[in-house]
Each structure stands twice: as structure tokens, then as C-alpha cells.
């Protein structure tokens, strides 16, 4: 089951990103340990450290990208949580190798667990206009 595995990387990745933004002194071994320690399989740990690494790499576009989707909040004060997921969830809609849809429904799913009671409907909101935004420019075939 290839899925709740990689949920699993996901949600890890999760809390490595708030980790990193609430401890930002947080070094790479930090990060590596703290994913190791709680995946234990070396793949999934593989790919969760490669999630956050490029979340990290790419964050100034992220947040430009997320700044202009979320209506009236701008990423710097959105909750920790509620960043660190849309974060995750655009470096995979951009990057990554799951449908922008499958990387949204993932966020959604963690916004549920994670965030507040409005986090889902907000992370849904912001996702929707970027896979929007992407369909849109995406050239007609």
C-alpha cells in the first residue's frame, strides 16, 4: 500500500517544516534525525527529507506564489501549521511526481488532523486557486 505510506512521509515532513519555522537554528542533521527517528524505513525517510529539503530550497517562491492565492492573509501570519502544509502541498503541485490534485487532497486530509477547524476549508481555498491558476496557463493541446 504505496499510499498511506507516502501519507505517513507526508505528515512527518509536516512537522519537520513547523519545526524548522518554530526553531529556525534547527540544523539538517536536526531534521534528518527527527524524520529517521519516526519513519525508520530509509525510503520513505528518503523521501520526506526530500520534501522538506525542496520546501526549503524553494520557500521564497512558495510563499510569493501562496501570498498571491490566499486571500487577505499573507504567509507570514498564517498559522504555523496551516503554512507548513500549503507549503508541502505547492512544492508537490510544482514539483513533485503525484497529480496536483492527489498532492491537494493530501493537504486537506492533514489540514484536518493538524490544523484548526477552519484549516481545511482555508488550505482547500488557496490549493483550488493554484491548481486553477496552473489549468489556465497550462497550454491547450
Do not use: C
Not at 520534501?51 to 501562496?66: P, S, Y
Not at 503525484?98 to 490549493?127: C, H, M, Q, W
Amino acid at each position: 500500500m504505496k499510499t498511506p505510506r507516502r501519507s505517513r512521509a507526508r505528515e512527518i515532513a509536516i512537522q519537520a517544516l513547523y519545526r524548522l519555522d518554530m526553531n529556525p537554528g534547527s540544523t539538517p542533521s536536526d531534521v534528518e534525525r527527527f524524520i529517521v527517528a519516526r519513519l525508520g524505513h530509509p525510503g520513505l525517510a528518503e523521501f520526506a527529507q526530500g520534501l522538506v529539503a525542496g520546501v526549503q530550497e524553494r520557500r521564497a517562491e512558495l510563499d510569493t506564489l501562496l501570498d498571491g492565492r490566499a486571500e487577505q492573509w499573507r504567509v507570514a501570519r498564517m498559522p504555523a501549521t496551516d503554512r507548513a502544509i500549503l507549503r508541502l502541498a505547492t512544492f508537490e503541485i510544482l514539483h513533485g511526481d503525484v497529480p496536483g490534485p492527489v498532492a491537494a487532497n493530501e493537504a486537506i486530509e492533514l489540514a484536518k488532523r493538524y490544523g484548526t477547524a477552519d484549516s481545511s476549508r482555508f488550505v482547500a481555498g488557496v490549493l483550488g486557486r493554484l491548481l486553477a491558476d496552473r489549468a489556465a496557463a497550462a497550454p491547450a493541446h
